[in-house]
């Protein structure tokens, strides 16, 4: 398989000013991460809150400037040059975990997935009306015509999100890092957000980064999965075998956490029935 994406020796470190003195507090927020994606390939980012994942997607995308290493798109480094981001951006797509922040609420739906196209200068005013219907209808938002009409606050949790998936689509991304996609949903609609992306993934062929604090979500969906720690991996490998032979106790810790039966877990089981389902 080719590789699309490289990470390597990526460190951030940021500097908290004390809440009631003037002491200054260091995080790593990420140490010297390296990994890589191939193409078509679903990775997971799992670890707790706080371990670095969000930190790791901004990074890739130039949100914030590492403190060191490299990233490389089809073997090629990104550098900080505007025109060189600018393509990276158009081929890396981002979707946020929160569906209500990450559109502009003055927009309408056809305006939130036209952008994009707009940005990176793709296709004619006609044109980009048949993109943007065809990548609605791909998220499976109908009748498209009638929620190109419409304002963000006018649709569900679950609909917003699917109008986040489709902005992330309308560029044709090699790559889409989800962070924590389905995490502010209603529990009753994960599955189907998650299954929404993998259709789309096998479909398009898009490698997708997928971060969670949730297990259960990254066996269901991922090839491959990385553990974070306090910014470091401490396990990577096929999900499978990670999974069914953790070697890091913080490994173990997360798969008990998933394996307890909270109530919170619930949609584990709906998730297995859907998957056997399809
Ligand atoms: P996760 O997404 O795994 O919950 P984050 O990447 O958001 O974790 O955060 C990792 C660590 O970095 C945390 O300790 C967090 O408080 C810190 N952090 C993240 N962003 C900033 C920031 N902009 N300024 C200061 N500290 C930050
Ligand atoms: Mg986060």
Redesign the pocket.
Known sequence: MNEILKIEGLSKT???KGFFSSNTDT?K??NDVTFSLDEGEILAIA??????????AKLILRA?EPDSGKIYFSGKEISSNVQNLKNFRAQCQMVYQDPYDSVNPRMKVSDIINEPLEIHNIGSKEERYQIVLKTLQQVKLEPAKEILEKFPHMLSGGQRQRVVIARALVTNPKVIIA?EPVSMLDVSIRGEILELLDEIQKKNNISIIY?THDLATAKFFADKIII?YS?KIVESGFISEVLSNPKHPYTQALIDAISKPDPKNLYKEKNISWKTNS
Do not use: E, Y
């Open positions: 940021f500097t908290k995080v927020a990420v670890g707790q809150s706080g371990s670095g994942k969000s930190t790791i914030i962070d971060i974070l910014g």
